[in-house]
Nanobody, 115 residues
Framework: QVQLVESGGGLVQTGGSLRLSCAAS????????MGWYRQAPGEQRESVATITSGGSTNYVDSVKGRFTISRDNAKNTVYLQMHNLKPEDAAVYYC?????????WGQGTQVTVSS
């Protein structure tokens, strides 16, 4: 079955950096649009950054200039490089793989930002 496994979360101070990774298996990774979403306690899940199969990217306004999404099709992996982290970035971050006929989610990785 399809698996998306996130890693790289953790505790970081305000202003710090983290790089999240999401390794996909049992999908034709290159044809999927990939995305990072986050959900804080009591909040709805929101899209943070997406990258299409062709490499086009999109970011929520609050992370523009601080976060970068990228993908390595040879490694079936999508990354989210996060700089200048703020307390409001704290959440569980989820990886998503989406194609016209299917959508898959990872289990999430916790990002905690201390002030």
């Amino acid at each position: 079955q399809v698996q998306l496994v996130e890693s790289g979360g953790g505790l970081v101070q305000t202003g710090g950096s983290l790089r999240l990774s999401c390794a996909a298996s049992r999908i034709t990774f290159s044809i999927y649009d990939m995305g990072w979403y986050r959900q804080a306690p009591g909040e709805q899940r929101e899209s943070v950054a997406t990258i299409t199969s062709g490499g086009s990217t999109n970011y929520v306004d609050s992370v523009k200039g601080r976060f970068t999404i990228s993908r390595d099709n040879a490694k079936n992996t999508v990354y989210l490089q996060m700089h200048n982290l703020k307390p409001e970035d704290a959440a569980v971050y989820y990886c998503n793989a989406k194609a016209s006929f299917s959508s898959y989610w990872g289990q999430g990785t916790q990002v905690t930002v201390s002030s």
